[in-house]
């Protein structure tokens, strides 16, 4: 069965810092991948995707993906309290690009 | 990206009954998908509704206990049958543009 590994956490970072989440995939053959996030009582909010090896920036987020080594990261630089939620990693799975989600990593940015 | 709602919000049901959640989408869509999220877990999906076909339902999840409609391209409904405790989650509609999933606000249930 194909997996999606992240650290559960919680990692808990300092205001201003920067915060690391990292994530496993098992299936070679995944070209695409995301990260969401999730605020708790909310539904998951898409914020980034990779398709390619490298770094990928969007403001204070970059996604970096390595697929020789199967895994893909999330940084969040400058890290605010507003960045506290979960975050998931998911890759999809089958032919109809439905996902299969990491179980998330809970990030607490402290003031 | 996709506007989604779904109906309801919320329910707390009575062991035993049924619940039909309703999803609504601002776009035609080819895929819809529905997933369980359970306190304190993951995203695990159920189905994959695509419309004018039956739903693909994922290991571990049957047509009987919860049933799919897909009557057009910005529309389905979940229901979840014979309820117990253990089907106390959030269950949320998503939809795939241009590769990329969106999600519904969820509908909490609670099962008593």
């Known amino acids: 069965q194909k997996e999606v590994e992240q650290n559960s956490g919680p990692l808990s970072v300092p205001e201003g810092a920067i915060a690391s989440l990292n994530c496993t995939y098992s299936?070679?053959?995944?070209?695409?991948f995301f990260w969401y996030r999730q605020y708790s009582g909310k539904s998951p909010e898409l914020i980034m995707s990779?398709?390619?090896?490298g770094d990928k920036e969007d403001g204070r987020f970059t996604a970096q993906l390595n697929k020789a080594s199967q895994y893909v990261s999330l940084l969040i630089r400058d890290s605010q309290p507003s960045d506290s939620a979960t975050y998931l990693c998911a890759v999809p799975e089958g032919g109809n690009n439905d996902m299969r989600f990491g179980a998330g990593t809970r990030l607490t940015v402290k003031p | 990206s996709a506007v989604i709602s779904q109906k309801p919000s919320r329910d707390i049901c009575q062991r035993g009954t049924s619940l039909t959640i309703q999803c609504q989408v601002d776009?035609?869509?080819?895929?819809m998908f529905w997933y369980r999220q359970q306190p304190g877990q993951s995203l695990t999906l159920i189905a994959t509704?695509?419309?004018?076909?039956?739903?693909?339902?994922e290991s571990g999840f049957v047509i009987d206990k919860f049933p799919i409609s897909r009557p057009n391209l910005t529309f389905s409904t979940l229901t979840v049958s014979n309820m117990s405790p253990e089907d106390s989650s959030i269950y949320l509609c998503?939809?795939?543009?241009?590769?990329?999933?969106?999600f519904g606000p969820g509908t909490r249930l609670t099962v008593l």
């Open positions: 776009s035609q869509v080819t895929m």
């Open positions: 990779i398709y390619s090896n």
């Open positions: 509704a695509n419309q004018g076909s039956e739903a693909t339902y």
């Open positions: 998503s939809v795939s543009v241009y590769n990329e999933q969106f």
């Open positions: 299936d070679r053959g995944s070209q695409s």
